[in-house]
């Protein structure tokens, strides 16, 4: 149904569909993480649900996606790419809406990082700017989850009583709004905190009451809950109840965890059992100790290998990292030559335009007045009038030969009031140019606005010259230091075959592209053409 959405939607360029298809797209990804498949739930964030977001104008959507993203990250224990996008969606949403309940999970989820991490100084700063943000709504569905970090705040900082007071305040708004995953995750927070304080009995009667009213569903939890119980069961001296727990426990791990769980099953049983079993448990002793042995022989080994390894490794990636400079080397000097051959071209091109055209008009009107200077007595009204209008179209080929080496309006009214009439000059009656502008803040400098001016003025020109088009739509955005160019026509196209050479007008393009180390990207067909341009701004 998503694909069908998206196939429809795509034939309709407007913002309201662009945003209507990042929804499509971010509901396909929701749906490849259920089936477990998170790399392709980031790809498709990544590379659709967001740009579409920013290419539709909605940046808190875009936010939105960034914490999204952040989360499979956080559970795989990927802590710096989580902060990266957790970081860009709290960029997002302080400067459009600072007072946005979802900045309390995001906050929260950063302190919970840096908890993680033994950064204790900035899990608390998160903390009290995601409680500033809660004062607004204190029982709102974000609460429980912030109360839940915050209790392990306290147990980290051996806090008892305020993690025990923020536990009770989390469960109390998770009881209001009914919801058991929150209650699971603070009861089992609780329990936590009762073991670590070796109130064991009381640490139990919480984790039975969690798996005889259900409140633990996946089966990732289940393992971990019983296996908890058989560890509080072993600490109190109850081995018979450790020993039934961990059976529970391989009946639904076994496959994974099969070995491992019989082994502490095993020896669980042998405590119970040890005045029966004492000569059982010496041996099993002495074989531990042999394994041990063993053990350490592999760990040598292996870290001499990891030794030989890591020298390979570092002396590969020198290589590696030496070739990418010498390509980057080659790149600028390819840009840097295309860039000069565009700028030879632009003054071949002004050095016709003066002779050919200014020139020769020039020239017409010298010799006009010279005629009249040797016949003045006998000079007409009419000869002047036509010297003067004459003279006045030299000025206005002046003018036009001076408007495309700098645009006057680029220099008086910025970029954005260039460009728009920059469209305006290119319509006809039979051709309708729109221009689309966002978040466009030109706090660049002049020379990378020239060079946009002069991408979207060659993508114009080559859309007049080839694609035989009666509609072509304009739209530049920008978020952050990435500036978006998208021009769409309903032309002929043409063919996009790698081994044809492009273009002296596409090769300009290109080689500004690069210059401002940008990505560009056409899709062609004998319905229209659309090029997507990204380029970086930043000084």
Not at 21 to 32: E, I, M, P, T, Y
Not at 70 to 99: M, V, W
Not at 247 to 269: C, W
Not at 477 to 497: A, H, K, R, Y
Request: charged share 25%; hydrophobic share 40%; aromatic share 10%.
């Amino acid at each position: 149904a998503f694909d069908t959405a998206i196939l429809y939607l795509t034939l309709v360029p407007t913002q309201e569909s662009w945003l209507y298809q990042s929804r499509s797209w971010a509901n396909k990804g929701v749906l490849a993480q259920l089936r477990g498949d998170n790399k392709k739930y980031i790809d498709l964030f990544l590379h659709k649900a967001i740009p579409l977001a920013a290419k539709g104008g909605d940046s808190l959507r875009m936010a939105d996606g960034y914490a999204n993203i952040a989360l499979p990250f956080l559970n795989y224990e990927q802590y710096d790419k989580a902060i990266h996008y957790l970081e860009r969606s709290i960029a997002l949403f302080e400067r459009l809406a600072p007072k946005d309940l979802r900045l309390i999970d995001n906050y929260t989820n950063l302190a919970k990082i840096y908890l993680l991490q033994e950064d204790i100084a900035r899990a608390k700063q998160n903390l009290v700017r995601a409680s500033l943000i809660l004062e607004h709504a204190p029982e709102s569905m974000y609460a429980p989850y912030y109360y839940t970090v915050e209790s392990m705040y306290f147990i980290h900082r051996q806090m008892w009583k305020e993690a025990g007071r923020a536990l009770d305040k989390g469960l109390a708004i998770a009881e209001k709004l009914k919801s058991r995953y929150d209650i699971r995750q603070l009861l089992y927070q609780k329990a936590r905190l009762f073991d670590i304080q070796k109130q064991w009995d009381t640490s139990k009667a919480i984790l039975l009451k969690m798996y005889n009213e259900g409140y633990v569903e996946l089966m990732t939890d289940k393992k971990q809950l019983l296996l908890d119980l058989a560890g509080l069961e072993y600490r109190l001296g109850n081995y018979l109840s450790a020993y039934n727990w961990m059976v529970k426990h391989a009946e639904i791990s076994e496959e994974f965890y099969g070995e491992q769980t019989k082994t502490q099953i095993a020896d669980l049983e042998a405590r119970y059992n040890y005045v029966q079993k004492e000569k059982e448990l010496l041996v099993a002793r002495e074989k531990a100790k042999k394994q041990q042995y063993i053990i350490w022989i592999f760990i040598i080994v292996l870290l001499f290998l990891l030794m030989i390894g890591l020298f390979w490794y570092r002396n590969k990636k020198l290589r590696t990292a030496q070739q990418i400079q010498s390509i980057r080397q080659r790149q600028r000097i390819e840009v840097g030559q295309a860039l000069l051959e565009g700028e030879e071209r632009e003054r071949s091109r002004v050095a016709r335009d003066l002779h050919d055209g200014l020139g020769g008009m020039l020239a017409g009107i010298k010799l006009n007045l010279s005629q009249m200077a040797e016949h003045k007595e006998n000079i007409r009204k009419k000869d002047l009038e036509e010297t003067i209008t004459r003279l006045g179209n030299s000025v206005d080929e002046l003018r036009r030969i001076a408007r495309n080496m700098m645009p006057e309006s680029l220099v008086r009214s910025g970029l954005q009031v260039a460009l728009k009439d920059l469209c305006d000059e290119v319509s006809l009656p039979s051709l309708k140019v729109t221009f689309n502008a966002f978040n466009i803040r030109e706090d660049f400098s002049p020379r990378i606005q020239l060079v946009i001016y002069r991408i979207i003025q060659e993508l114009l020109h080559n859309a007049l010259k080839h694609a035989e088009a009666s509609r072509i739509m304009v739209h530049c955005s920008q978020e952050e230091d990435i500036f978006f160019i998208t021009v769409e026509d309903n032309g002929n196209g043409f063919p996009l075959l790698p081994q044809e050479k492009p273009g002296s007008g596409l090769k300009n393009i290109r080689s500004r592209v690069d210059f401002l180390n940008g990505d560009m990207n056409m899709e062609s067909t004998p319905e229209g053409t659309i090029i997507n341009i990204e380029l970086h701004v930043g000084q």
